[in-house]
């Protein structure tokens, strides 16, 4: 898979995607991410991407002319199967939007700033609109890794034992189970008996039974689902 990734401020972005197992997942060849820097596709002397809104009031607005002319040019190199605004207004991103994407060979995201985005960017370029939440960051690029960091994980080789993405939460529409390490016991606080038994299945009903415990209690909505 490759993801291009389109950003006025591309330093936001070094260490999400170059520490961990994304790091490993682009030295491994399982996906190729690359940043591009917008203000490289500007032709002023200040290297400009934002300016005021039509109509006044506060705020800064991205402009339309280094996004198109950067799009362009990827798009004369690949074909996108999707072109992704990050933005608040777009679908909330979960689980089963990250595992349609990890199917895709090439995704574009585009990094929101300032204020807003010029609309004709939305209208003649994007093909998905994605909010990470209900809630406003300063710009697009936490996002774009975000939803980076949730793609990647899910392509094949990148999580050593590719089992344990099955059984994460909202995979299976519940919450993960409750795990445990050494010592077995930790100040007064004992790992349950039947982690200690070696009975694998005993171990697996376990598991189960507190993943849909712990999704009744926190999530019931996952459950109504
Ligand atoms: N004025 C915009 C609004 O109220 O919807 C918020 C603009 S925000 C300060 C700047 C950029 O950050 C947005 O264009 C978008 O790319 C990104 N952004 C902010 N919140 C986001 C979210 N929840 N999900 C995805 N992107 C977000």
Redesign the pocket.
């Known amino acids: 898979m490759r993801i291009d990734i389109v950003t006025g401020f591309p330093g936001l972005l070094e260490s999400p995607l170059g520490e961990s197992m994304i790091a490993r997942a682009r030295t491994s060849g399982a996906v190729d991410i690359v940043v591009h820097d917008l203000r490289d596709y500007t032709r002023d002397r200040h290297r400009t991407i934002d300016d005021t809104p039509y109509g006044g009031g506060a705020g800064m607005i991205l402009k339309p002319e280094p996004v198109f002319e950067c799009v362009e040019r990827l798009q004369a190199e690949r074909t996108y199967d999707e072109i992704i605004l ?5 679908k909330v991103f979960n689980q089963e939007l990250a595992n349609g994407l990890s199917l895709k060979d090439n995704l574009l995201i585009l ?7 010029d609309e004709r960017i939305r209208q003649a370029l994007v093909t998905l609109e ?4 209900d ?6 690029e936490l ?1 774009a890794a975000v939803i980076t960091d949730a793609v990647v994980r899910l392509l094949p080789g990148v999580v050593g034992d590719g089992e344990s993405l099955l059984t994460d939460s909202f995979q299976d529409g519940l919450l993960d189970c409750p795990y445990y390490t050494r010592p077995p016991e930790y100040r007064g606080m004992k790992v349950p008996e039947v982690l200690l038994s070696g009975d694998h299945r005993k171990i697996e009903a376990w598991r189960m039974a507190e993943a849909e415990k712990r999704t009744r209690e926190r999530r019931p909505d996952l459950l109504a689902r």
């Open positions: 990050t933005t608040p207004a777009g990094c929101g700033h300032y204020k807003g985005v994605i909010s990470i939440g809630y406003v960051l300063t710009g697009g996002a």
